[in-house]
């Protein structure tokens, strides 16, 4: 194969550390083009903008080995990948790689996640793609070793490919290099936001209301992506886009249907 192409993006914006980070650590492995959001985009989910114009210019992006082309766009980041697969680049791409996100995105949160939807609009494409965070949110945390994580990961995807309708859902712990114990194939887990609503008054004595909340686990199994961040291991989710819940179909189908609209 000629030299893979592959795309870049992520949903903090590409002035990201994340982003960066993630270029650098894919250097070599391919020809590298960043298409991302000019704005922090974090749980915009799988928005698309179809009522405002989008727009894209070129901005300086290097890695180890030199520039390469990158744009910001002043959209989501599944704008990203249709905008980038469609005028940015002259092929479809062999790789699309999103992150590296800041802050965890595991169970529920990867229906949320900008940087998952990235990968999913990419998958959508019939594309390779995966997703890569990093859990610490810590303003000066290390991306170097989420880094090498999705470099060693987007290689093993070049070579064995993935199929049809599947991405991977990668999360790093927010741990030193030496405490990485190493990698987990993982279940989504089932955990939720007990959110709250919290009131405050602007300026003008009206009410407006701030979500709050707190990340509930409610999985006790050992086998899924927040257990394994727990662990130690960094988490890999492989992710599929067709939501139809195929063991309740025969029961759909079994209660009585009527045959006409009356
Ligand atoms: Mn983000």
């Given at each position: 194969m000629d030299k893979p192409l592959i795309l870049i993006c992520n949903d903090d914006g590409i002035d990201a550390r994340g982003i960066h980070a993630l270029a650098c650590a894919l250097d070599g492995l391919g020809e590298l083009?960043?298409?991302?959001?000019?704005?922090?985009?974090?749980?915009?989910?799988?928005?698309?903008?179809?009522?405002?114009?989008?727009?894209?210019?070129?901005?300086?992006?290097?890695?180890?080995?030199?520039?390469?082309?990158?744009?910001?766009?002043?959209?989501?980041?599944?704008?990203?990948?249709?905008?980038?697969?469609?005028?940015?680049?002259?092929?479809?791409?062999?790789?699309?790689?999103?992150?590296?996100?800041?802050?965890?995105?595991?169970?529920?949160?990867?229906?949320?996640?900008?940087t998952v939807s990235a990968a999913s609009e990419?998958?959508?494409?019939?594309?390779?793609?995966?997703?890569?965070?990093?859990?610490?949110?810590?303003?000066?945390?290390?991306?170097?070793?989420?880094?090498?994580?999705?470099?060693?990961?987007?290689?093993?995807?070049?070579?064995?490919?993935?199929?049809?309708?599947?991405?991977?859902?990668?999360?790093?712990?927010?741990?030193?290099?030496?405490?990485?114990?190493?990698?987990?194939i993982t279940r989504q887990a089932n955990a939720r936001w007990e959110e709250e609503f919290s009131p405050r008054k602007d300026p003008f004595d009206r009410t407006y209301y701030w979500l709050t909340g707190r990340f509930v686990n409610l999985d006790d199994s050992g086998d899924n992506d927040l257990a394994a961040i727990d662990r130690g291991y960094v988490s890999v989710t492989p992710l599929q886009l067709d939501l139809t819940a195929y063991d309740h179909l025969d029961t759909l189908r079994s209660w009585n249907w009527e045959s006409s609209a009356d």
């Amino acid at each position: 194969m000629d030299k893979p192409l592959i795309l870049i993006c992520n949903d903090d914006g590409i002035d990201a550390r994340g982003i960066h980070a993630l270029a650098c650590a894919l250097d070599g492995l391919g020809e590298l083009v960043v298409v991302a959001p000019e704005s922090e985009q974090s749980a915009v989910g799988h928005s698309i903008t179809m009522r405002d114009p989008v727009r894209a210019h070129p901005v300086a992006f290097e890695v180890p080995s030199g520039p390469i082309a990158a744009f910001a766009v002043t959209g989501t980041p599944a704008d990203c990948i249709k905008l980038g697969c469609n005028r940015m680049l002259d092929r479809f791409p062999d790789l699309v790689v999103s992150g590296i996100n800041q802050g965890p995105n595991t169970a529920v949160n990867v229906l949320y996640s900008g940087t998952v939807s990235a990968a999913s609009e990419a998958c959508i494409l019939g594309l390779p793609a995966i997703a890569v965070s990093n859990c610490s949110w810590s303003a000066d945390a290390d991306f170097e070793i989420a880094g090498s994580f999705a470099r060693q990961i987007a290689e093993k995807v070049l070579s064995k490919g993935l199929p049809a309708g599947v991405l991977l859902n990668v999360n790093v712990p927010a741990t030193e290099a030496g405490d990485v114990k190493g990698i987990e194939i993982t279940r989504q887990a089932n955990a939720r936001w007990e959110e709250e609503f919290s009131p405050r008054k602007d300026p003008f004595d009206r009410t407006y209301y701030w979500l709050t909340g707190r990340f509930v686990n409610l999985d006790d199994s050992g086998d899924n992506d927040l257990a394994a961040i727990d662990r130690g291991y960094v988490s890999v989710t492989p992710l599929q886009l067709d939501l139809t819940a195929y063991d309740h179909l025969d029961t759909l189908r079994s209660w009585n249907w009527e045959s006409s609209a009356d």
